[in-house]
């Protein structure tokens, strides 16, 4: 028993002696709201917050600029002190929210965008380390009505025009559009307009009051089918807005498109949302007065290899198919028995329009007899091109890695400074330059706002169901502002976050605690042992400063931590004791307490590896005590050593697994005798 309980010894001495690491709450923390949107000339309103323990830290906002950092404002223990140009613009309070967190008011009377726009650095530092946060003023403005005007409104066909679209755009820097509402047998029937031009960089310039003044042209080659077809333009941004900004659109202009041909070919509409609606391509006559009578009409599309086959046909009232495939997904109407009735009429069904394959190049051709000493007439179209739009709907769940490491984590809780990327991969649609934007909210904040964080697209991909498939991975600074913040990845979007039609979201949150550092206060040798971490959460985030041993705070936390460890390792080793004292009573033909019979030998001095040492930790090791045959005979009713043997095996096993021990030696307990070497 004096053995045991000195291995016992041993072990918690091990314990305290060795390295002890816990966490423990962090106590010095800055929360900033990540993008403050301000619209200029306006109000804005926005609030700090800092804890420390020590109330004569120091609390200050700068401003990030190329050419350093300005001091905006410093809070000394609940005393402010502004610059000379915050002092007059913007009005700052504090308040004590508890007795470590004291708070910022800040309002700025009439934003203006040279004054407040930029990043700045929010600080606090105190007796036991400083901690700091960013954050973002962005300024906005709502544009001016737009105005679109034209080169020729009367334009041959194929003639280039040119389209300015010009105004004022507010702020910030937009997108600028060329939008069409197409017409049919010169109706739009309630068409809606779309895009067919865009720029991300239109030409203009900022004036002095922050907005952007748009004077961009646009260069456009009209067909016959633009003939009475309506332009308009309008704008959007590239970054996520929060705040809703009034929406920019121009004028309407028509224009009146001619041709020199008889035949004309048009699509409705030349942009076919798929799945939406029907791919309509049209075969008339424009001057059917010089035609006395027709032959035959033919529609022609361009395969995927590149030459133009036969569709279908109309000879007098006769239709005849040429592509049996398209004939099963397609309705044909036509006839040429009279020139100014004449006309051949495809319609692919919406449910049946297939993508890429209908979406190419289609022509009209005819022969006929002309008027007068014109004779035997034949004519070809220019080629069509019927496109079409479609919006993403599937987007992947974003991926979280930490920089660097290569390798994707279901880790959602992160320390303060630890640098992360998110990917996300979906759906952009038609338009193979569109990308995936990303949003994010803080915890408390109403919207979601564009991350000013700049985001790496991969190449375009085709998939499925005429969609574009690409991946956008943008890198983000965890701070202390981190505490929970929900990250938007979407597509198909407009200019505020969260209007995509496609997206999806990834929470993340802050790991609110720190390590202390190690302490070692014997060379006892490490022993493997279930190690104990005692973590309290606070409200808020991480700081950047160092707890050093000789602070009172960082000695108490590291005392406590080390009692309630030596408690915990304290009731295993009694329960362990308890164990052996109750495996020794159940000893056949012994006393519990009589060590005579252990055939107890010494402890090696030497250890594992060959060396030796004065403090090597005890090794415990089984050796079980093989019963005669007599003994066998007299108790089991059989006379077979390697089931005996097989029996002190499965006994040496499970009490090694109940002493939780594995250094490597058959430690265990067996269910005779234990022999300890010292």
């Known amino acids: 028993m004096e053995q045991n309980t000195f291995t016992a010894l041993i072990l918690f001495s091990v314990f305290f002696g060795g390295s002890i690491a816990q966490t423990v709450p962090v106590t010095t923390y800055v929360t900033t709201p990540k993008v403050i949107e301000a619209k200029l000339g306006e109000e804005a309103r926005f609030y700090l917050t800092y804890t420390t323990p020590d109330n004569s830290s120091e609390f200050t906002v700068s401003r990030l600029g190329a050419n350093g950092t300005e001091e905006i404002l410093r809070v000394v223990d609940l005393t402010v002190t502004t610059n000379a140009n915050w002092t007059m613009a913007a009005n700052v309070q504090t308040s004590a929210v508890d007795g470590d967190t004291r708070r910022v008011n800040v309002t700025i009377y009439q934003t203006d965008f040279v004054t407040h726009e930029g990043d700045y650095v929010a600080m606090v530092t105190g007796s036991d380390g400083a901690a700091q946060d960013l954050f973002t003023i962005r300024t906005l403005a709502s544009p001016d009505q737009l105005s679109l005007s034209v080169s020729s409104r009367d334009?041959?066909?194929?003639t280039p025009i040119q389209f300015t679209c010009s105004g004022n755009t507010g702020r910030p820097e937009p997108v600028v559009h060329l939008l069409q509402r197409e017409t049919y047998n010169g109706t739009n029937q309630n068409a809606t307009f779309h895009r067919v031009l865009s720029d991300t960089s239109p030409s203009g310039s900022f004036l002095e009051n922050g907005t952007f003044s748009l004077s961009h042209n646009f260069t456009w080659t009209p067909t016959w089918q633009d003939n009475l077809v309506e332009f308009r333009c309008d704008i959007s941004y590239n970054i996520g807005l929060g705040t809703a900004l009034s929406s920019a659109q121009s004028n309407q202009i028509t224009l009146n498109v001619t041709s020199t041909k008889i035949i004309q070919i048009e699509t409705k509409p030349q942009i076919v949302r798929y799945k939406e609606e029907d791919l309509v391509v049209v075969c008339t006559l424009n001057k059917p007065e010089t035609l006395q009578n027709l032959f035959f009409l033919q529609l022609k599309r361009r395969s995927p290899s590149g030459t133009l086959n036969n569709v279908v046909s109309v000879t007098g009232a006769t239709i005849q198919w040429q592509d049996q495939t398209l004939q099963n997904r397609a309705n044909v109407t036509g006839t040429v028995a009279s020139p100014p009735t004449a006309h051949l009429s495809m319609v692919i069904r919406k449910d049946s329009v297939q993508c890429p394959l209908d979406f190419t190049e289609y022509e009209c051709s005819l022969s006929g007899f002309g008027t007068g000493a014109t004779g035997a007439f034949s004519e070809i179209t220019d080629p069509v091109k019927v496109s079409y739009t479609v919006q993403p709907m599937l987007i992947e769940t974003p991926k979280?890695?930490?920089?660097?490491?290569g390798v994707d984590t279901s880790q959602r809780e992160f320390r303060n400074g630890t640098v992360i990327e998110l990917t996300c991969t979906g759906q952009i649609g038609s338009d193979q330059n569109a990308t995936i934007r990303w949003c994010a909210k803080t915890a408390g904040a109403p919207t979601f706002t564009g991350l000013s964080n700049a985001a790496v697209h991969s190449m375009t991909t085709s998939g499925p169901n005429c969609q574009n498939i690409r991946s956008s991975t943008v890198t983000y600074n965890i701070t202390s502002s981190d505490i929970r913040?929900?990250?938007?990845?979407?597509?198909?979007?407009?200019?505020?976050?969260?209007?995509?039609?496609?997206?999806?979201?990834?929470?993340i949150s802050l790991d609110l605690t720190k390590d202390l550092p190690s302490s070692t206060t014997s060379t006892t040798p490490e022993v493997t042992t279930p190690s104990t971490t005692t973590s309290t959460t606070t409200r808020k985030v991480v700081t950047q400063g160092q707890n050093t041993g000789e602070q009172a705070e960082s000695n108490t936390g590291l005392i406590v931590g080390a009692v309630v460890g030596g408690v915990v390792v304290l009731i295993v080793i009694i329960l362990v004791l308890v164990y052996f004292l109750i495996l020794r009573r159940k000893s056949a033909g012994e006393s519990s307490t009589d060590l005579s019979n252990d055939n107890t030998t010494k402890a090696s001095s030497k250890s594992s590896s060959g060396g030796s040492t004065n403090n090597q930790i005890p090794e415990i090791k089984i050796q079980p005590r093989k019963k005669t045959n007599k003994e066998v005979k007299d108790t089991e009713g059989y006379d077979n050593e390697a089931l005996d043997e097989e029996r002190v095996a499965r006994t040496q096993n499970g009490a090694r697994e109940s002493m939780g021990l594995s250094n490597g030696h058959s430690n265990g307990v067996a269910d005779e005798h234990v022999n300890v070497r010292m």
Request: hydrophobic share 25%; proline share 0%; glycine share 12%.
């Open 485 to 507: 913040t929900e990250f938007l990845c979407e597509s198909g979007y407009s200019s505020q976050c969260n209007s995509g039609t496609a997206k999806q979201f990834v929470t």
């Open 400 to 405: 979280v890695r930490e920089a660097g490491s």
């Open 155 to 158: 334009v041959s066909e194929g």
